[in-house]
């Protein structure tokens, strides 16, 4: 397709973003990021095809969807994500939102088995804010589904995209009310208004999913493996003993790193522009 320098830049950055996100475990064969077309007539978003992620080098290897069904736009698209309903729901109830990114990371998952809440443990993740809400598929399963746990359709893609909003009976939200959700048994699911902000919230939760593991573990290693919410320690709010940031730090460090991300994003560019396994053909010579 012809396209827009915009979209040009676009692709670009999308092609890298998703070996940036292979480089750094958020994705393996599987997991995808996606974007808002930039041209708000035409109501689409544009993502890898079945393809893994490091692998992904041209605009060939895209495929552009309507928003208002997941539906490609040319009816001969070659076979996409069956995941794409995430993406697709995100974008129709948050117009704000122009990047969606999906990770079955093996740091965030034992968060979503342990029964352990996920909290900001550091300054870098205060974008996680005090309640990271927990997507179970399971609740809205009905007779004849296949309980694969995927959020292949749209059904799913709506429920999952309705945990990003207090509110989740409002059809569409100016902003959204979290910035992660995890999934019960399957990985997690954050979001942004540019491809930026979207892959450091991907990295940072996986980081602060690692840091609060390692904390929990060593604290427990010290205190003995029977603290619970009721025999916490008193640091911390939230009774377990992990002295988390607190709500006003949250608040400061979610703008810092609003603020900053663009400057690691670009760190992250360089290391896998070097390496001969991510090729981008979009890049510029
Ligand atoms: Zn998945």
Same mark, same amino acid.
């Given at each position: 397709m012809s396209q827009s320098s915009s979209l040009q830049d676009l692709l670009r950055t999308l092609i890298t973003a998703n070996h940036i996100l292979h480089y750094y475990n958020i994705v393996d064969g599987f997991g995808h990021i996606s974007i808002r077309h930039p041209d708000p007539s035409k109501q689409t978003y544009i993502m890898p095809g079945y393809l893994a992620p490091a692998l992904v080098h041209c605009a060939d290897d895209l495929i552009e969807y309507h928003i208002s069904d997941g539906s490609p736009v040319d009816p001969n698209a070659k076979k996409g994500y069956s995941e794409r309903f995430i993406h697709g729901e995100i974008f129709k109830r948050f117009p704000s939102i122009n990047c969606v990114i999906h990770s079955h990371s093996e740091a965030v998952l034992p968060f979503m088995i342990a029964g352990v809440p996920m909290? $900001?443990?550091?300054?870098?993740a205060g974008?996680?804010?005090?309640?990271? $809400?927990?997507f179970d598929i399971t609740k809205i399963y009905?007779?004849?589904?296949?309980?694969?746990?995927?959020?292949?359709n749209v059904k799913f893609g709506s429920a999952l995209a309705?945990?990003?909003?207090?509110?989740?009976?409002?059809?569409?939200? $100016?902003? $959204?009310d979290h910035l992660v959700v995890l999934m019960r048994h399957h990985g997690f699911t954050t979001l942004g208004e540019s491809i930026q902000d979207a892959v450091y919230r991907a990295m940072y939760t996986q980081t602060n999913a690692s840091i609060l593991s390692t904390a929990a573990n060593l604290r427990s290693s010290f205190y003995g493996p029977a603290l619970t919410r009721e025999s916490g320690a008193a640091q911390g709010s939230d009774g377990s003993g992990?002295?988390?940031?607190?709500?006003?730090?949250?608040?400061?460090?979610r703008n810092m790193n609003e603020a900053t991300a663009d400057k690691a994003f670009r760190l992250w560019v360089r290391e896998v522009e070097v390496l001969p396994l991510y090729v981008n053909e979009l890049a510029e010579k």
């Open positions: 909290r $900001p443990a550091f300054h870098m974008f996680l804010g005090a309640d990271v $809400p927990m009905e007779a004849g589904d296949q309980q694969d746990m995927l959020v292949n309705s945990h990003f909003a207090e509110n989740t009976a409002d059809s569409t939200s $100016p902003l $959204p992990l002295d988390l940031l607190s709500a006003s730090e949250m608040a400061g460090c």
